[in-house]
């Protein structure tokens, strides 16, 4: 298989000088070739100087048509690379890509810009959403003064993709990426009250921050999914969610233990009380949240049954 290392991200947030500082480095470095395919030129440039040392070859790529899997195998068998960097065209479907089945996506980066985030967010939801849905690492460079919004911004990418690690970078370095914004109710109580514009933000935050909620009691309305891979006693409460657009949803939920949860029907809604733990779940391939219900009761279903982060 031929490794394939994917950064995405659109036009001026920081693709190539990300791409320029880590071919640079020690840790990267290749004696074979490196086949670096770019499918949008910025302003910032690859030196030839950068590219002789560190054996890489560049190849632009001005069109979508013509990345196809036919070109870029007349290119391995023109330059025998030993690893592929793709510095993918923001604006292009990264649904549209096809690469030869040989080639395998070995870790896929998307940078953004945070100054520029909220423009793009708002206007191509979809373009970000495919960006950064199979992305191991997202990082918002240019954080400076916007320190507020990032949050919020952490937010929204959660939502697509959970397990997404992301940095947030300034003119000085990382910033915290644990950032704490408001949250909509008060941890305090005794039974954190959960209602449709909570529950996105209890579930990412749990995800994030699960030791604050281990011990405390919640409440919720919730869907009832069964998979069928569960063990007897546990069931998924959960809601369905808008990611990014009305053919984007995913279901949110968490495991829940529950004595009863055999008879409970699929898709039933019901009102949900338990205490959050963390506990190993072979389903999380480690540890995570479990709810342990002590009230599981039957309820209408909620006036918008689908929740949105936005």
Same mark, same amino acid.
């Given at each position: 298989?031929?490794?394939?290392?994917?950064?995405?991200?659109?036009?001026?947030?920081?693709?190539?000088?990300?791409?320029?500082?880590?071919?640079?480095?020690?840790?990267?470095?290749?004696?074979?070739?490196?086949?670096?395919?770019?499918?949008?030129?910025?302003?910032?440039?690859?030196?030839?100087?950068?590219?002789?040392?560190?054996?890489?070859?560049?190849?632009?790529?001005?069109?979508?048509?013509?990345?196809?899997?036919?070109?870029?195998?007349?290119?391995?068998?023109?330059?025998?690379?030993?690893?592929?960097?793709?510095?993918?065209?923001?604006?292009?479907?990264?649904?549209?890509?096809?690469?030869?089945?040989?080639?395998?996506?070995?870790?896929?980066?998307?940078?953004?810009?945070?100054?520029?985030?909220?423009?793009?967010?708002?206007?191509?939801?979809?373009?970000?959403?495919?960006?950064?849905?199979?992305?191991?690492?997202?990082?918002?460079?240019?954080?400076?003064?916007?320190?507020?919004?990032?949050?919020?911004? $952490?937010?929204? @990418?959660?939502?697509?993709?959970?397990? #997404?690690?992301?940095? +947030?970078?300034?003119?000085? /370095? =990382?910033?915290?990426?644990?950032?704490?914004?408001?949250?909509?109710?008060?941890?305090?109580?005794?039974?954190?009250?959960?209602?449709?514009?909570?529950?996105?933000?209890?579930?990412?935050?749990?995800?994030?921050?699960?030791?604050?909620?281990?011990?405390?009691?919640?409440?919720?309305?919730?869907?009832?999914?069964?998979?069928?891979?569960?063990?007897?006693?546990?069931?998924?409460?959960?809601?369905?969610?808008?990611?990014?657009?009305?053919?984007?949803?995913?279901?949110?939920?968490?495991?829940?233990?529950?004595?009863?949860?055999?008879?409970?029907?699929? $898709?039933?809604? @019901?009102?949900?009380?338990?205490?959050? #733990?963390?506990?190993? +779940?072979?389903?999380?391939? /480690? =540890?995570?949240?479990?709810?342990?219900?002590?009230?599981?009761?039957?309820?209408?279903?909620?006036?918008?049954?689908?929740?949105?982060?936005?």
């Amino acid at each position: 298989m031929l490794p394939v290392y994917l950064i995405n991200g659109f036009l001026e947030s920081g693709k190539t000088e990300f791409i320029k500082f880590t071919i640079e480095q020690p840790y990267f470095r290749s004696r074979r070739n490196t086949l670096l395919l770019v499918c949008e030129e910025g302003e910032s440039e690859y030196e030839e100087r950068l590219l002789k040392k560190t054996n890489t070859i560049l190849e632009l790529v001005e069109d979508a048509s013509d990345l196809t899997s036919q070109r870029m195998l007349e290119l391995e068998k023109k330059y025998k690379p030993e690893r592929i960097i793709l510095e993918y065209n923001g604006m292009w479907n990264m649904k549209d890509m096809k690469l030869p089945v040989h080639w395998k996506v070995e870790q896929q980066i998307t940078i953004i810009d945070g100054s520029t985030f909220p423009m793009y967010y708002t206007n191509m939801k979809s373009l970000v959403a495919e960006m950064v849905r199979r992305s191991e690492m997202i990082i918002f460079n240019r954080c400076d003064g916007i320190e507020e919004d990032l949050p919020g911004y $952490k937010r929204n @990418v959660k939502a697509v993709n959970p397990k #997404a690690e992301i940095i +947030f970078e300034g003119r000085d /370095g =990382e910033i915290d990426a644990t950032l704490e914004e408001e949250l909509p109710y008060d941890l305090n109580q005794s039974v954190i009250a959960l209602d449709d514009s909570c529950f996105g933000v209890w579930y990412l935050d749990a995800m994030d921050h699960l030791d604050r909620y281990v011990g405390k009691t919640i409440s919720f309305v919730a869907q009832v999914l069964r998979p069928k891979n569960f063990p007897k006693g546990y069931f998924v409460p959960g809601r369905l969610a808008m990611t990014c657009c009305a053919d984007d949803m995913a279901f949110l939920g968490y495991a829940c233990e529950y004595e009863e949860a055999g008879a409970l029907k699929e $898709k039933s809604w @019901v009102q949900v009380t338990a205490v959050v #733990a963390k506990e190993y +779940f072979a389903d999380y391939q /480690g =540890e995570g949240p479990i709810l342990k219900a002590s009230k599981v009761e039957a309820c209408k279903a909620p006036k918008e049954e689908v929740i949105s982060f936005t």
